[in-house]
């Protein structure tokens, strides 16, 4: 399978850019000091949706429907954003949950939880689950989430009761940050390749996330949760992202029958955001994925 061009440029713009904001202990303290910008939606959505908010926990919620009259099916998305736990949601995920709304027909509901280092897993996992308290329990919950909030989605099923986890009609998890550590040994192999991630600064952001917590704790490190009740799993990662050797440890733990697998070749962390033909195809299948566990609970 072919890498794109645009993959190929963009991988050299985030080498001269992204990467250098984190390469370094120093460097990545300096981006965890940094204020946080808004996490609002884009002002258009509400021309095209219904968005409302609401409050829990001190903690904002955005709730993003398909407007009156559009097609829509029972069930909701939880989708928790990425960022190293440090960074607030971005045009790129707002872009993705649009995607979900138009092309699964669900409301999506986009939890902003607290940011390192002023805010900790505990309490994020706390939220979320929260959150989930509200839904209606006999509609189907599909989470979701990306990178940092893939593995924090990954987090919050873990810590659901065996019977809620078993309830969820499923989650997807794209490039998710599934240990803070960064302790693999696969990783050194993988990281000269990748043009973003760095392990020193995420392993920075991953200690600030972790506050009281073990950084083995599932709630923290999602890797070391048990899987025994989770509903099917969707993973989408990047050959050249440092997170593909602990995605794959997961995909070594789950039963193949409540697993979908997607490593793209040669993509870079979080492709299927990723405005390249690659990330529009890996975003296709991560709404297919989503569109057709919601349906298969109805």
């Known amino acids: 399978m072919r890498v794109s061009w645009q993959m190929r440029v963009l991988a050299l713009y985030f080498k001269g850019t992204r990467k250098r904001k984190m390469a370094t202990r120093e460097a990545a303290i300096y981006a965890l000091a940094q204020p946080k910008g808004s996490s609002a939606p884009p002002k258009k959505f509400a021309t095209h949706y ?12 955005y709730t993003v429907s398909p407007k009156e009259g559009a097609q829509r099916i029972p069930g909701a998305v939880i989708y928790l954003h990425g960022g190293s736990y440090i960074n607030e949601i971005k045009p790129q995920h707002w872009s993705l949950i649009a995607e979900i709304v138009d092309s699964v027909g669900a409301t999506v509901h986009v939890p902003i939880f607290g940011l390192a280092p002023a805010h900790h897993a505990e309490l994020a996992v706390e939220f979320v689950t929260g ?29 659901q009761s065996p019977t809620r986890q078993s309830s969820l009609a ?33 392993r920075v952001a991953g ?46 733990r789950l039963p ?24 529009r195809r890996g975003a296709r299948e991560v709404v297919t994925n989503i569109r057709g566990s919601l349906t298969a609970r109805r």
């Open 131 to 159: 959150l989930i308290a509200t839904l209606d329990p006999d509609a189907p919950l599909h989470l979701a989430g990306d990178s940092s909030g893939g593995g924090l989605a990954l987090a919050v099923a873990l810590a």
């Open 170 to 202: 499923g989650l997807t998890l794209i490039a998710p940050f599934l240990d803070v550590t960064l302790s693999n040994p696969e990783i050194d192999a993988i990281e000269p390749t990748d043009p973003w991630l760095s392990s020193v600064g995420l």
């Open 50 to 61: 219904d968005v409302n908010s609401s409050e829990l926990h001190g903690f904002t919620t």
């Open 207 to 252: 200690e600030a996330w972790a506050g009281e917590l073990a950084l083995d704790d599932p709630r923290v490190s999602p890797i070391h949760g048990d899987f025994e009740s989770l509903p099917p799993i969707a993973v989408f990662v990047g050959t050249r992202d440092i997170f593909v050797p602990d995605c794959r440890r997961l995909r070594d």
């Open 256 to 279: 193949s029958d409540r697993l979908i697998y997607r490593e793209w070749p040669g993509a870079l962390h979080d492709y299927p955001l990723l405005p390249v033909p690659e990330g």
